[in-house]
């Protein structure tokens, strides 16, 4: 059974950055795309990046050019910087594999705040 632990996050002012840490356990992992999501209070949960296999990368456009999501397969784990952070991307950051068919549980996530 898969699971994956967050990390990294906290409060931080506006133009801001963060770095979080996803680590997974449990499966082969190099073989499956990875995701980072968040939801916000009182808002559904919402797609934020994805990293394939392959190294290729997409992004929600509320954070391209702010966010970048990398991986490390030898150690399981990936990775979100997020720079120039705004009271908007004020959520509770959760990863997980993108695709509804191979999703594992989902962990804890670690909350972002962004505020002055």
């Known amino acids: 059974q898969v699971q994956f632990v967050e990390s990294g996050g906290g409060l931080v002012q506006p133009g801001g950055s963060l770095r979080l840490s996803c680590a997974a356990s449990?499966?082969?992992?190099?073989?499956?795309?990875m995701a980072w999501y968040r939801q916000a209070p009182g808002k559904q949960r919402e797609l934020v990046a994805t990293?394939?296999?392959?190294?290729?990368?997409n992004y929600f456009d509320s954070v391209k050019g702010r966010f970048t999501i990398s991986r490390d397969n030898a150690k399981k784990m990936v990775y979100l910087q997020m720079n120039s952070l705004k009271p908007e991307d004020t959520a509770v950051y959760y990863c997980?594999?993108?695709?509804?068919?191979?999703?594992?549980?989902w962990g804890q996530g670690t909350q972002v705040t962004v505020s002055s």
């Open positions: 990293i394939h296999s392959d190294g290729t990368t």
């Open positions: 449990g499966t082969t992992f190099s073989f499956y795309a």
């Open positions: 997980n594999r993108p695709y509804e068919n191979t999703r594992g549980p």
